[in-house]
């Protein structure tokens, strides 16, 4: 595995975001194109978040309405990517709570997924935000709002757990 | 001389591509002696692997029709709500229609007209609240921590809901057995208000508490959830 290049960069950001404030069609075109470039990597986020892919869909779903809605006020703080991972982290926590105790995960519980279920929120949130291709380690920790060097201990402390997970039964 | 787990962060900084090439040789040397460090390095490779490869699976069969009627739905989600709240507000209306003499209704309607129009702004600006939450506070520090925070006051805000909304209908019952009128039947009024009040006490008990719970056990508050 190698460094990975940011899905959006910083001149696709800009125009995204004068597309917005321009309104009208050309607000439905950023918005479209928004969804197009983290459609992909949002369902591979909330995959690995709720261990099912239909939760997945439904985060992925309620993540876009968000940032669509949101885009007007989005304030530039954070680059338009963050901002749209911390929604989609947000909306794929809620969606797995709406999943009653015992509900089977999609596919039934095996290996990994089993393991991953178990862990609770924060390292399976390290753990799928570091399998999501495109995210460099100064993105992950922007999106957790964690300082830049917690993150590597962050990931080492969530694997353990996963190792142990993996361990159960 | 640096320890296994600096090693392990070292392993998990070269499987994503941050590793200094300083760093390249003394971590080689140690994996060369060290079987537990050896097998950490199989573990993530082989954990992000099947990862990659679940999320690729996952891309290739989504039923990307379903999240696109999902995005639009949710963009319509305003009209379902305020259908709902006019719903609400006829609801209402029925109960003072039916529980009040024929020649008293029209006056009595346009009397409690002003409260309605309270109840659906006060509804529409709680929808309007809950609707932005995913997006509220999103860019604030700690992630994790701030969404724990709000999880914590959504599930005491639940708890304590769920025994004012229990209250009311209590109340409303009492009042539509025992209540004395003149100029309206209080079993209509009174009993048709404690339905929907009913409801929304049904909502909080059977779904929002649990819910809020297991996602308060998810982020870690696991005493808070079972209080």
């Known amino acids: 595995m190698s460094a990975r290049p940011p899905l959006l960069s910083s001149a696709e950001e800009a125009e995204i975001l004068a597309g917005v404030k321009a309104g009208g069609a050309a607000r439905r075109a950023a918005s479209e194109r928004l969804c197009r470039a983290l459609g992909e990597p949002l369902l591979a986020l909330c995959l690995h978040l709720t261990g099912r892919r239909a939760d997945a869909e439904d985060a992925t779903q309620e993540a876009l309405v968000a940032v669509d809605r949101g885009l007007p006020s989005f304030r530039g703080e954070a680059r338009l990517g963050t901002w749209a991972y911390r929604i989609a982290l947000r909306a794929a926590l809620h969606v797995r709570a709406r999943r009653r105790d015992g509900e089977p995960l999609d596919p039934e519980p095996r290996g990994l997924a089993a393991a991953m279920a178990r862990l609770p929120a924060e390292p399976r949130a390290v753990l799928s935000l570091f399998a999501v291709e495109g995210l460099s380690h100064a993105e992950i920790a922007a999106i957790l709002g964690v300082p830049e060097g917690t993150v590597w201990p962050r990931l080492h402390a969530a694997r353990r757990l996963l190792v142990e997970s993996l361990g159960k039964k | 001389m640096a320890s296994c787990e600096e090693f392990q962060v070292a392993i998990e900084k070269r499987l994503h591509g941050a ?79 039916l529980s009040t003499p024929a020649p008293l209704r029209g006056e009595r309607l346009l009397r409690t007209m002003p409260s309605m129009v309270v109840l659906v702004v006060l509804v529409a600006f709680v929808a309007a609240y809950s609707g932005r939450r995913l997006t509220a506070l999103v860019d604030r520090g700690e992630m994790l921590e701030t969404w724990r925070q709000l999880v914590l006051a959504n599930l005491l805000w639940a708890r304590r809901m769920q025994w004012a909304t229990a209250a009311v209908v209590a109340f409303l019952l009492y009042k539509a057995f025992a209540g004395r009128a003149t100029t309206f039947d209080p079993t209509v009024f009174y009993g048709g208000l404690a339905v929907p009040v009913a409801g929304v006490w049904f909502y909080l008990r059977r779904v929002k508490l649990p819910r809020v719970a297991r996602e308060a056990r998810d982020l870690g508050l696991t005493d808070e959830a079972r209080r």
Do not use: K, N
């Open chain 2, 19 to 97: 590793l200094g090439e300083a760093e390249r040789a003394p971590l080689d040397e140690h994996l060369a002696r060290c079987e537990r460090c050896q097998a950490y390095e199989a573990t993530a490779r082989g954990a992000e692997a099947v990862m990659e490869a679940q999320a690729r699976e996952a891309v290739a069969q989504a039923d990307w029709e379903r999240v696109e009627r999902g995005i639009r739905g949710g963009v319509h989600a305003s009209v379902r709500m305020l259908a709902t709240q006019v719903f609400f507000a006829a609801w209402v209306a029925g109960m003072v229609w």
